[in-house]
């Protein structure tokens, strides 16, 4: 084989690789996720779900997983995501928080006055179960 042949085909077997997409290896698999929100038993319209992964949650090397986010609809239901739309989240236990979502163009911040702006619960999240009820 040329030495030129030789050039390329280890050209390839190291851009290859590299091409493969950006930060594959540091994914985790997500199952689908979808629900509805709830702040002392009314919708919460016009809102952001919050899944954060909690520390060791089967994650390697003591890295979190990645922030799991869904604006919810008139009647409180969202859908998560984490890489890509409505991927879901990460399997393991979360800490789960809602917040409002403000006008456009508004200044002020919507959350003030929200009675469930300071509130969490523990969600695990488990393959299989794709719809969770989550009321503050």
Known sequence: MSSRRVFVVSLFGWVLPSLSGCGGADRY??????GVVTCQGKPVANGTVNFT?????????????????GMTAKDGRFKLTT?????????GKHTVTVGLNGAEGEN???????AC?????????????KEYKIDF
Do not use: H, W
């Open 83 to 91: 890489y890509e739309n409505d991927d879901g989240a990460i399997v």
């Open 53 to 69: 992964p909690m520390p060791n949650q089967g994650q390697a090397e003591g890295r979190r997983g990645r922030v799991a986010l």
């Open 108 to 114: 002020t911040d919507p959350s003030k006055g929200f």
């Open 29 to 34: 698999d997500t199952t689908l996720v979808s």
């Open 117 to 129: 702006s300071k509130c969490s619960k523990e969600i695990t999240v488990e393959r299989g179960i």
